[in-house]
């Protein structure tokens, strides 16, 4: 969660989102109501460049998460072939949900 909360109040994302940063925090509490814990391991890192990617790969993986939503596609990349994983933009994601209501 702190990891969100530091990438999304980034200027570039809050200014994407149209969020101010108390709404991005409104978001990350909706969030943490639905989200459920997963144990992170650490067996095959490091395997993308920065380790701050690597935790939450890892934690899609382990949680058997659906995909993983992210603006830092071109990072996971590798990832999604390695671990058959899914990787997708945020309106994407946003998209496929609001198809779903």
Known sequence: MI??????????????????????????????VVAKPVRLSYRWRPFLADPNDDMVLETAINGGAA???????????????????????????LQEIRSLQ
């Open 3 to 32: 990891e969100y909360e530091a990438v999304l109040t980034r200027a570039e994302h809050l200014e994407a989102s149209g969020l101010m940063r108390a709404g991005v925090g409104r978001v990350l509490d909706m969030l943490a």
């Open 67 to 93: 995909a993983v939503v992210t603006f830092n596609l071109r990072h996971f990349l590798e990832a999604a072939k390695t671990f058959r994983c899914r990787i997708c933009a945020p309106a994407v994601a």
